[in-house]
Structure formats: structure tokens, C-alpha cells
């Protein structure tokens, strides 16, 4: 079989005990840097891969500190405590500078744990939209090699096609996939997190200079939930509370088509103007 | 002038740079251990001593990794990357445990950022709520220290007082200051973003061992917004989104009178049975 171009991506090697070294991949190329969603997965990626690995994720918070370059990273994990049924995770994504110094660019935490069965309950039951079937996926005139990896078919907030400055709401609901197909599981859920292209284009219709600082990202399914998600569409829907002094955030739900609520995810970004 | 409880209880001693001594306060213990908004905001409060800081706050994650006892603890803060105008930190607490070896009770990253004006927008308006002066105060037959250095009016979805299992909601609003008053600052509003009662209590008007594994707060406030709050009432509104197989999250926004956003805030809580 074919090894998917998201797990080529997120290749590591291990070069000591929670060290691995990375590849940036030219499939997830954003602008600057690879798709942030890649990165926040190849840190998970580290995590899961670990020996000493207690539990699934239950928790992710990235922070982009500085520009990840192409080329050769060193992922680091590292589990700081570890108790009965969760444990503690720090890791940090490192790369040479142009003098040959490793330098810092991404710092992160992790919480795994092993869940129990208890009593639950979904407060924020998915919106009521058009099946993905109905809507059309995006086609980009000048695209961005990660934007070829997923299928995305906006219900509502699509990405401006006028930068007008007639924006009224920061609102997006779309149905997302892996391109080509691949099962969900908790990497590519981290990732799918973060699809979001910056609130402030939608709120303003205007197109400025953003780029997320720090995303954190809450999981509540576990592998049955994934497993049963399969390759199907999940929808994700985001929106911003607060644009301010040069940061907006963004709170973000995605559910599978099941209606079962897999994540929640919350960032802040900053934006020039 | 005298020293402010929550000032005593944050107080540091640099022992090295980086690393401070604290001493857990009786003045904020809650059932077993501080009141972890006094735990964040110390950290925050180490970040903000350190001579190298740059900027104010932007974004602060902790994750609770083990119980804090009552005594002597370390915090240890670290500039791992300084850019133009943001810079990220990587923070822990410490701790002796029995055996007298040095164990993390906490992780923590924060990033401070030095803000410019732009363009903004407030998406998520202060919702029509009771004047503070119309709602009660808590009163508590048995309180907590910790509860006792704040005054809580709430609006909506106070805790319960029938254990009967008929909850219907997770919202809770109510208003909020330190007791006694002291003008707000970015430690303080740390600290308030981490208030509210575990929403699984009122989702289902009982009462289950509870505690926040991991809280990220995003600071939408200059110090001009804190200023003008001063020591009046700021609006807390929580909410879940997902209570499942022992976890729930809980996304929080906190204002001032004036109706201005001072943060948004968002967690993950463990919960039993």
C-alpha cells in the first residue's frame, strides 16, 4: 500500500530517547512555512510514538514561536509526570539557524490519558447544514501546495471571493477531509484544527498579513470515535470572539457526520493593520 | 499601605535568574491545594518580573500535572525565543515531594507581545445581564479560603443548591471582584478566568470530584482596559461544550463594566463517575 502523503509528512526518525529527526515536506507548504496543522501533528505524531507513552491525546497546545524553514527539524518530547491515568508532556520543535545554532520555533504541552467510561453528555450539538454531497468543494485559481491535500466544501464563510471590506460575520462552517483519502486519527485530527484560514479575511474581507501564535486543541473522542469516522466528512465550524491591537482569537468545533463532537479548539493569531 | 492578600500569596523571591522561591498561601488553599488561578497567576507573575521580558501578556497555559502541597515551591521561568515584537516562555512549578526529590507540579507557556493599535472589533458583545448592585452575593455556609477573597454575584447558573439531578444548563454569569478591592492587573484577571465551579456540577446538579487538568487564557486587554476596570466588577460567562468519558471543556469570556473583553479563556477538567 502506498504510505499516505500526511504520514510521509510526518516522518521521524528517532535519534535518542524522545528525539526525532524531521523533514519539512514540500506537500504541506503554506506560504512562509509548512501548514501550522502539520507541525501541531508532527509533535503529536512524537508523543504517540513515544515508549513511555501512558493513555491517547486529551489535550495539544502549540505555540508557533519562529518561522520553520525547509529543510531538516528536531522534534523533543519529553513526559514530565505521569500519574495513574494522565500524564504530562513537554515538547519543543528546533531547527539550525543560519549560523548553524538550533534554535527554538515551536514550543508545546501535551496531556495524554487514559479514559474511563462515564456519564456524558454534548452541550453544542452540531449545526443543522447541507450534507457535504450538496455543497461544492473549493477550487483555488492559484492554490497552496497544502490546500491540495483537503477536500473542503464550505456551508457558509467561505474565503472571500471580494476583498471589499463588506465583511459582517467571522463565522465559517465547511465539511473537510483528507485529499486523497485517509481514516482520521488523532495526527490528522490535530491538524484539521487548524484549517481555518484567518478570521480577520472573513470578518473584514480584507486581506492582511495574519499567522497563528499559539493553538490548543481539546480532545474528546477516543479511537472508537475515530475509527468510526472512517474517511468521512467532518465539519468544522469557527469563529472569532475578539480582534484587537493586532490578535484576534478563534474558538472551533469539529464534529464527524455522526453528529459526535471530536474536538474542540481554541487559537489566537496575530494580524498586521 | 497594606500588602493585598493576593500579593502576599504571589509573593517571589528570585533565588537564581529564572527561578523563584514561593510559599503556597492558607489564604487561597481550596480543597486540596491553592486555588489554581493563584497557581497561573504566579507563574505569570514570574514571567512579568523577569529582566528580560518583553511586551505584556498575550497568552498563558498551565497544565495542572500534580497536586501542589502546602509549603515551599519553585517556579522556573525561561525565554525561549524573543522576536520583534512577540516572545514565547516555557514555565514550570516544582515542588519537594517525600522522598525530598524535586518533582513538576506544573507546566506552563506563555507568550508576551508587544501590541500595536490596528483595526478591531468586538464579536462577542457582553450579554444584557443584571447590574452588579442587583444580584446577591454568594454566601456560603462552609466556604473555601480561597472563596472568601472573592465577591461572586451571579447572574445565571449559580451553583446549585438542591444535589437533585435536574440540571439543565451549563451557563454560568456572574459578577466578580477581589475581596477586599484591589485595582485589577494581569495576575488578578489570570486568576478570575480560573473562578468558576466545575460545570459538570451544574450540568447535572451534582456533585462529582472535579478538578481543571489544563487552562489557556488569552489576554484581549492593554494595560489602558485594565486601568479603567480598576476595582470594579468584571463579568465572567462560562459555558461547556462536551462532557464525555471523564473529561469536559469549558470556554469562558470575561468583561468589564464598560462592556470591553478582557480575555477569553478555555479548559479542560477532569471529572469522576
Given amino acids: 500500500m502506498k504510505t499516505h502523503v500526511f504520514d510521509t509528512a510526518l516522518q521521524l526518525d528517532q535519534t535518542a530517547p524522545g528525539r526525532y529527526a524531521g523533514l519539512t515536506s514540500a506537500d504541506y507548504w503554506n506560504m512562509v512555512g509548512p501548514f501550522g496543522g502539520t507541525t501541531a501533528a508532527t509533535i503529536l505524531q512524537a508523543v504517540l510514538r513515544h515508549p513511555d507513552l501512558l493513555g491517547l491525546p486529551l489535550t495539544l497546545t502549540v505555540n508557533y514561536a519562529g518561522a520553520l524553514g525547509q529543510g531538516p527539524f528536531e522534534v523533543q518530547v519529553q513526559p514530565v509526570r505521569t500519574n495513574r491515568s494522565t500524564q504530562h508532556w513537554t515538547a519543543g520543535v528546533l531547527q539550525k539557524d543560519a549560523q548553524g545554532d538550533m534554535v527554538v520555533t515551536t514550543t508545546a504541552t501535551v496531556v495524554t490519558a487514559v479514559r474511563r467510561e462515564t456519564w456524558g453528555l454534548s452541550d453544542t450539538p452540531m449545526p443543522e447544514v447541507a450534507r457535504p454531497e450538496q455543497v461544492a468543494p473549493v477550487r483555488y485559481e492559484q492554490s497552496l501546495a497544502w490546500l491540495d491535500h483537503y477536500e473542503l466544501r464550505p456551508v457558509r464563510g467561505a474565503i472571500p471571493t471580494q476583498w471589499d471590506g463588506g465583511g459582517d460575520s467571522s463565522l465559517t462552517q465547511l465539511w473537510m477531509r483528507d485529499h486523497p483519502l485517509r481514516p482520521l486519527d488523532f495526527c490528522s485530527l490535530a491538524a484539521l484544527a487548524d484549517i481555518f484560514f484567518p478570521r480577520v479575511w472573513l470578518r473584514r474581507a480584507k486581506r492582511v498579513p ?10 474528546h473522542s477516543g479511537e472508537k470515535e475515530l475509527r468510526a469516522t472512517g474517511s468521512s466528512y467532518v465539519l468544522g465550524q469557527a469563529r472569532a470572539q475578539e480582534f484587537r491591537n493586532g490578535f484576534f482569537d478563534q474558538s472551533a468545533q469539529l464534529w464527524n457526520e455522526a453528529g459526535s463532537l471530536l474536538c ?6 496575530y494580524f498586521k493593520e
Same sequence: chains 1, 2.
Avoid: K, M, N, P
Fill in 210 to 219: 495574519a499567522g497563528t501564535v499559539s493553538i490548543t486543541t481539546y480532545v
Fill in 264 to 269: 474542540t479548539s481554541h487559537q489566537i493569531v
